[in-house]
């Protein structure tokens, strides 16, 4: 029943000890009321990534939280933390009534300017003004979405402001930011998406607290013993332990399939 956070995990670090520090506070809180612990995934949120990595991996010195340790750099970006995080928050009980009709409100406004965007045809005279013009040929854009337009290099939302303006389409600079983000990386992002949906599905696989690794054929015994010290909660997770590999973790999600068929059914 104790919750840890900090040095004593093996961090170093002001950040590192307050982001385990929210994730054992809220989960002694959850311990006392008798629920389930919170678990953050990995291609959702760095405190995920620094949590995960602790107790898969293990600290030989010091560890430090660094954006090159995630696999979904393009997810996790400062500009859609509050995205990946509030909703969370939410749920447990932490953001309050304004500052969650804030973040629906900011999404709200994302998503009314992308629609826009994704819509709306450009028509050089529409705004002769725009200091698109400055950028490339506006003849050469002409009938092309908006979005089509943003996705070329060094091409800006201000370099549209005449038109958002006349649209009612002029947001904020932060949603203006969030907008941009999502529509130039759009590719890069999705495909992100994909493999995060692929980590997903595997970390649905639940591993059995009670697995006994010992037993399984196939395993080597540094895996085995790897695998019973850690007792990761799923296949994941159980992959991402140095030296387990791939194979071993195929024979762990046969063995808890053929579990799962044995148990007669209720
Ligand atoms: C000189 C120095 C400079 C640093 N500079 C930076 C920096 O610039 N940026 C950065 O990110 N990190 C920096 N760090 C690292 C950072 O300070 C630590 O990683 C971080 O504070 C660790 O937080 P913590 O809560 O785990 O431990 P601590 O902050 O050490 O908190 C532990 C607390 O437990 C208390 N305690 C200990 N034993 C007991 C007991 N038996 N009963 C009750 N209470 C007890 C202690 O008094 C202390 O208040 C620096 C560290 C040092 C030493």
């Given at each position: 029943?104790?919750?840890?956070?900090?040095?004593?995990?093996?961090?170093?670090?002001?950040?590192?000890?307050?982001?385990?520090?929210?994730?054992?506070?809220?989960?002694?809180?959850?311990?006392?009321?008798?629920?389930?612990?919170?678990?953050?995934?990995?291609?959702?949120?760095?405190?995920?990534?620094?949590?995960?990595?602790?107790?898969?991996?293990?600290?030989?010195?010091?560890?430090?939280?660094?954006?090159?340790?995630?696999?979904?750099?393009?997810?996790?970006?400062?500009?859609?933390?509050?995205?990946?995080?509030?909703?969370?928050?939410?749920?447990?009980?932490?953001?309050?009534?304004?500052?969650?009709?804030?973040?629906?409100?900011?999404?709200a406004e994302v998503e009314r300017v992308r629609t826009f965007l994704r819509g709306h045809?450009?028509?050089?005279?529409e705004a002769?003004?725009?200091?698109?013009?400055?950028?490339?040929?506006?003849?050469?854009?002409?009938?092309?979405t908006l979005e089509?337009?943003l996705?070329?290099?060094?091409?800006?939302l201000s370099?549209l402001e005449p038109v958002l303006r006349k649209h009612g389409c002029w947001a904020n600079?932060?949603v203006r930011?969030?907008v941009?983000?999502?529509?130039?990386?759009?590719?890069?992002?999705?495909?992100?998406?994909?493999?995060?949906?692929?980590?997903?599905?595997?970390?649905?696989?639940?591993?059995?607290?009670?697995?006994?690794?010992?037993?399984?054929?196939?395993?080597?015994?540094?895996?085995?013993?790897?695998?019973?010290?850690?007792?990761?909660?799923?296949?994941?997770?159980?992959?991402?332990?140095?030296?387990?590999?791939?194979?071993?973790?195929?024979?762990?999600?046969?063995?808890?399939?053929?579990?799962?068929?044995?148990?007669?059914?209720?």
């Amino acid at each position: 029943n104790l919750f840890h956070a900090g040095q004593i995990n093996g961090t170093t670090g002001y950040e590192e000890a307050a982001a385990q520090g929210i994730v054992a506070g809220i989960n002694a809180a959850l311990r006392a009321q008798g629920q389930e612990p919170v678990v953050f995934p990995r291609q959702e949120s760095y405190i995920g990534i620094l949590v995960d990595d602790l107790v898969t991996r293990g600290v030989d010195e010091p560890y430090r939280m660094f954006t090159s340790r995630s696999e979904f750099r393009l997810l996790l970006r400062i500009d859609n933390a509050d995205r990946r995080l509030t909703p969370r928050g939410r749920a447990l009980g932490l953001v309050g009534d304004i500052a969650y009709r804030r973040f629906e409100e900011k999404y709200a406004e994302v998503e009314r300017v992308r629609t826009f965007l994704r819509g709306h045809r450009f028509r050089p005279e529409e705004a002769p003004d725009a200091p698109l013009a400055g950028k490339l040929d506006p003849s050469s854009v002409k009938g092309h979405t908006l979005e089509q337009i943003l996705r070329r290099p060094a091409v800006t939302l201000s370099d549209l402001e005449p038109v958002l303006r006349k649209h009612g389409c002029w947001a904020n600079v932060v949603v203006r930011r969030s907008v941009e983000i999502e529509i130039r990386y759009e590719g890069y992002i999705q495909q992100q998406a994909r493999d995060a949906a692929k980590l997903d599905r595997l970390s649905a696989r639940r591993i059995p607290p009670d697995l006994d690794y010992h037993s399984i054929d196939g395993l080597s015994r540094e895996v085995r013993e790897k695998l019973s010290r850690i007792r990761p909660q799923d296949l994941a997770m159980a992959g991402r332990i140095p030296g387990v590999t791939p194979a071993a973790v195929s024979i762990v999600g046969l063995q808890i399939e053929l579990r799962q068929r044995k148990r007669p059914s209720p």
